[in-house]
């Protein structure tokens, strides 16, 4: 398939610039897979929409105050994007510091060639990139003083997408009401729309939880730039899946529940590390899975996913698991239907 053929027209008004006062009012497209059947919901109603027995997977991964403005030694300005951690050295015997590599992109990419050193406030955190890959990505060690996570507070703001320009007055609303792990460079956006009320209710339904860590970085967002989709390649990304976690999910799969991934990240997670009847092993590691039309779920059985760019692997992955045909089909009706898109916007439910 080529890239081209996930590719739509998407009226700019249409890109939501900030989320709604409640989370769940987000309005709901409910696709049968099957028959490409649509109905128009809220998100609140899901309880209703799942039967008991189902188990929602729900990506626990946490946003960094990623986006780091600093400059060089001779003055100038520059932005760093964290990426994903690559090497955790630990305390360094340099003056008694810390220190943490990191895969990143930064910009402009000319004041960032290897050797440079990039200086954030009054040299609290201080970096070096060490390495230029090939896709221009950086390698760059920090080096801090304390623990890095509350040194990114300090320094660090919220990594928001390029295409939302409004500023965010709350930065928790970039974020789930279950995030635990911090370790993301863009929040997994299908979980943006649940409240613990929703969560409970679900519960109280019969419905089960269970929760998986996918750190989002460059494999989720990153643009598909061959025409072929078989020659894209994704960059990995960091996951986990407990035991305890496996356990709950095989036991759903053995007794006839359906497992429902919240987002394009807990989809690539069970689909990671699950056999061919579809039940997953504990796992800690890193993947690089591309699910396009062709591919053969094993473990999912459906998916809760916001709406998402053109040409980009989220709506390839979407259109795997729905069909490409009925995809388009509900993008042209989410659009006819003036629905919200992008991280801030509206849902989609496949069943």
């Excluded at 964290?82 to 402009?108: H, N, Q, Y």
């Excluded at 089960?208 to 061959?226: A, M």
């Excluded at 989709?229 to 709950?248: R, T």
Aim: proline share 4%; with cysteine; glycine share 8%.
């Amino acid at each position: 398939m080529l890239k081209s053929d996930f590719f739509f027209d998407l009226p700019e008004e249409l890109i939501a610039q900030s989320p709604l006062e409640s989370r769940e009012l987000s309005r709901l497209i409910c696709m049968d897979r099957k028959s490409g059947e649509l109905e128009h919901r809220r998100f609140f109603e899901l309880p209703e929409l799942l039967r008991e027995g189902d188990c929602l997977v729900l990506n626990d991964s946490r946003v960094l105050p990623a986006r780091l403005f600093g400059r060089t030694e001779d003055g100038s300005s520059v932005e760093v994007l964290l990426l994903s951690e690559t090497i955790s050295k630990g305390a360094s015997e340099i003056a008694g510091f810390d220190t943490t590599t990191w895969e990143c992109l930064t910009r402009p990419g000319k004041k960032t060639k290897a050797g440079a050193k990039v200086i954030f406030g009054d040299g609290e955190l201080t970096a070096t990139v060490t390495e230029v890959g090939d896709d221009g990505n950086r390698l760059i060690d920090f080096r801090y003083d304390g623990v890095f996570l509350d040194v990114l507070d300090k320094f660090g703001v919220m990594p928001l997408p390029p295409y939302i320009q409004k500023k965010l007055d709350d930065p928790e609303r970039y974020q789930t009401v279950y995030s635990n792990v911090a370790g993301s460079a863009a929040a997994p956006t299908a979980g943006l729309h649940f409240t613990q009320v929703l969560l409970r209710e679900l519960i109280s339904r019969g419905i089960e939880i269970c929760y998986v860590t996918l750190h989002v970085g460059l494999g989720t967002f990153r643009p598909v730039k061959t025409d072929r989709l078989a020659d894209h390649k994704m960059h990995e990304e960091f996951f986990v899946i407990s035991g305890d976690s496996a356990d709950k999910i095989n036991r759903i799969k053995k007794s006839g529940g359906r497992v429902i991934a919240v987002g394009t990240t807990s989809c690539r997670v069970l689909e990671s590390c699950c056999d061919d009847a579809g039940f997953v092993t504990a796992f800690s590691g890193f993947t690089d899975i591309f699910i396009f039309p062709g591919y053969s779920f094993k473990c999912v059985d459906g998916l809760i996913t916001n709406f998402h760019l053109p040409e980009s692997t989220l709506i390839m992955l979407v259109s795997a698991f729905a069909g490409r045909d009925n995809t388009m089909r509900a993008y042209e009706e989410a659009i006819k239907e003036r629905y919200r898109f992008f991280s801030f916007g509206d849902a989609c439910l496949i069943l």
